[in-house]
């Protein structure tokens, strides 16, 4: 009750209405400085600073042209034009009048800063010239016509393939192409329409940064002979089908609202799209790019289309961001393509692209989801060219594109890409085995490799604070520049830990991948297995042969006939041959892989084999076969876990006879042997018997069915990773 006394009290009264007052004070105070600010933001001041342009001052500044970077033209900037419908007086006048002094005088146009209200038709205002024939204007001088005669030709023939393309269907022809001698500045220009600068030929540089439009920018069939800067620019859609850019084609930081085409366009120098954003559809089919195609964190949020475009340089799509479709059907690319950093949110088709040699698309860093976006292109190839150019921060990115390719049945190119990994993770291994270790070399060592003096402290120093956990860590060191990093990161590694059994640890899986590359191409190339198994089946039935035909020579001898060699040795240099061109048709290093083929089933044998003939042979049996078959089988077996060894039980040797020796076929049983050992497939059961048996013998038996355990494990995994289905027979067959 006390405090609503108080309430109702003069004195609450009187403070109240005075706060009253205050607060109306402030808020006016508040808006009138809102205000003022507003007027005076340079938006705001450059629309109330604009002068209107009248007859009076048109007259008179095309009467008095200005230098523009020193060269004369008609100066329109900063100035408010009207040349929409309902001005049509004053618009006709305008078009005349300037017109006129352009086709009259070589001077350039200058409407930099200036706003115009409706569209502003560039064509127009230019020298009007014929797209064929000699008759040139005699306003033009030999120069000029010779750039002239140079190119309309081809802006002829551009014009007509596009008509017969129905790339312009419902357009009409026009024979007549603008000609401006002078250089175009519109940096900065504003047009509540559209501008049209079709079929124009531009002299000069064509200078448009910062240029504002709120209709479309129409240019298709023009000319830009000295670049043409867009810069900055804003429209609701562009044109420039069949357009020409001799110079340096600009539209970084460009926005386009609708539909931006570049159909069939040529772009001599290269173009620039850094940071534009194409929020429509962005069509480039068939365009020509004779330099580099810098399309650096664009933001594509509509389809973006490539179909049968050509470059002849580089192409940078690093950092961009493509949320719809992009294609790239029967593009055809000089040099490589970089989508390093990029993100694809949906489908991207390579198909039927080409790519010269050394030629490639840069995927590092790529920000690919499988299961919402694709990435196809010609089965069996695309595969090919996918690079990237270290493993690390970079597995992710090729097991994503091995799930996508397997995803689309294109399993030849799943398996391209994971033998790309395979590669990548063997040089990360050989480098961590011969590396110098950043995090535990002396500085001196550091120095040796390419780093400063100053910069061997600066990572000594940093790795004691705390150990570096990858090579690209050392660019946060300070005094580490990008250029020392780029010469030394192949000849250096960052382990943290660095003992002989981690070394030997690395060295075992290192061996182990490089069999797996050289034998297989890690697991992606059948061909290449089957190739390896097939000399190696060879080499071991010639060896088996060789040692259970050639006894001895005296007193008497026990020895092959010349017919039985002869087919034995026919048939093993046609088996070698088969192998050996398989393997140079399907390995990247088939001398490699020779040479890992003959370390592992040559020295063994070998040795052996002279070993058992320097040493002789003296033991009962020397006319029967060491060779064993079951004479109760004659058919195609897959003897999986079968022990190459005759058994003991005498049931079972009684199934068991020698070898026949006088039969013409005898030498087959070779070849059966080997294949059960190493293919585990034969005809016979052939083993080896167990009586008056040499030991080098029994070593080389059992030493290729252990080599077959592990020949097999390789054939079945190939098998299963480039026969789609093929794994389920094996894992539930």
Not at 246 to 264: C, I, L, M, P, V
Request: charged share 20%.
């Amino acid at each position: 009750m006390a405090w609503v006394a108080i309430g109702r009290g003069i004195g609450f009264q009187q403070w109240f209405n005075r706060w009253r007052i205050w607060g109306v004070g402030i808020c006016w105070v508040l808006a009138i400085g809102c205000g003022w600010l507003w007027a005076a933001s340079p938006a705001q001041a450059a629309s109330v600073d604009r002068p209107a342009l009248t007859l009076e001052v048109l007259r008179d500044r095309l009467e008095h042209p200005q230098l523009l970077d020193g060269k004369p033209a008609i100066d329109l900037s900063q100035s408010a034009i009207d040349l929409r419908s309902d001005n049509g007086n004053f618009r006709e006048a305008f078009y005349q009048q300037v017109a006129s002094k352009l086709q009259q005088e070589r001077l350039g146009l200058d409407l930099r800063g200036s706003s115009i209200q409706g569209d502003l038709d560039l064509a127009r205002l230019g020298l009007r010239a014929p797209l064929y024939g000699k008759a040139l204007s005699p306003l033009l001088t030999p120069t000029e016509q010779e750039q002239l005669g140079r190119d309309r030709l081809r802006l002829l023939h551009l014009s007509r393939l596009s008509r017969s393309l129905l790339l312009d269907e419902g357009s009409p022809l026009d024979w007549q192409i603008s000609v401006f001698r002078g250089p175009i500045v519109l940096e900065g220009l504003q047009i509540s329409g559209s501008l049209r600068l079709a079929n124009t030929y531009f002299l000069e540089p064509v200078e448009a940064r910062g240029l504002s439009l709120g209709g479309a920018l129409v240019g298709s069939l023009s000319r830009f002979s000295q670049g043409a800067r867009f810069s900055g620019l804003v429209a609701q859609s562009a044109q420039f089908r069949n357009s020409l850019f001799t110079g340096e084609a600009r539209f970084d930081g460009a926005k386009f609202a609708g539909n931006a085409s570049f159909q069939s366009s040529t772009f001599e120098r290269g173009a620039n799209f850094y940071r534009s954003q194409f929020q429509a559809i962005a069509n480039f089919s068939k365009s020509h790019w004779n330099g580099s195609a810098d399309l650096t964190q664009a933001d594509w949020q509509g389809e973006v289309r490539f179909d049968g475009a050509s470059f002849a340089s580089s192409f940078y799509a690093i950092d961009s961001l493509f949320h719809g479709e992009s294609s790239f059907r029967n593009a055809r690319f000089a040099k490589p393509l970089n989508l390093r950093g990029a993100t694809i949110l949906d489908e991207a088709d390579f198909t039927s692209a080409s790519f010269a040699p050394g030629a490639y698309i840069n995927v590092s860093g790529l920000d690919f989801d499988s299961d919402q976006a694709k990435l196809i292109g010609s089965p069996g190839e695309i595969g090919r060219i996918l690079s990237v150019p270290v493993l690390q921060g970079n597995e992710t990115v090729l097991r994503t594109l091995v799930r996508n390719f397997r995803r689309v049945e294109q399993i030849a190119d799943a398996n391209q890409v994971d033998y790309t990994l395979f590669k990548l993770r063997l040089k990360t291994l050989q480098q961590r085995l011969t590396g110098v270790n950043l995090n535990a070399a002396k500085p001196a060592v550091l120095v040796s490799i390419g780093f400063s003096p100053t910069q061997a402290q600066a990572i000594a120093q940093a790795r004691d604070r705390q150990p570096l956990r990858t090579v690209a860590e050392m660019l946060s060191i300070e005094g580490v520049d990008l250029a020392t990093y780029v010469k030394v990161r192949d000849r250096v590694t960052a382990d943290r830990t660095s003992t002989p059994l981690s070394w030997s640890t690395i060295a075992l899986q290192w061996l182990g991948t490089n069999l797996l590359i050289l034998l297989s191409r890690a697991g992606t190339s059948a061909g290449l297995v089957l190739g390896v198994g097939l000399v190696a089946m060879t080499f071991f039935a010639l060896w088996f042969w060789l040692v259970d035909r050639l006894r001895k020579l005296r007193p008497q001898p026990i020895v092959p006939t010349w017919p039985e060699t002869l087919w034995m040795g026919g048939s093993a240099g046609l088996l070698f041959s088969l192998g050996l061109a398989t393997i140079f048709q399907t390995s990247d290093r088939p001398w490699w892989t020779l040479a890992s083929i003959a370390i592992s089933i040559g020295p063994v044998p070998l040795a052996l084999l002279i070993k058992l003939y320097w040493r002789g042979r003296f033991h009962d049996l020397m006319d029967v076969s060491y060779f064993v078959e079951n004479g109760e089988i004659r058919q195609v077996q897959l003897p999986i876990a079968r022990l190459p060894l005759m058994p003991r039980y005498h049931f079972f040797r009684e199934r068991f006879m020698p070898l026949l020796w006088n039969r013409r076929w005898a030498w087959l049983n070779y070849y059966d042997l080997s294949a059960i050992n190493l293919f585990r497939i034969g005809f016979s059961d052939v083993r080896m018997r167990d009586e008056h048996l040499p030991a080098e013998i029994s070593l080389v038996v059992w030493y290729q069915w252990t080599l077959g355990l592990m020949y097999i494990g390789l054939l079945l995994w190939t098998l299963s990773r480039t026969i789609p289905g093929l794994n389920l027979l094996i894992y539930f067959g």
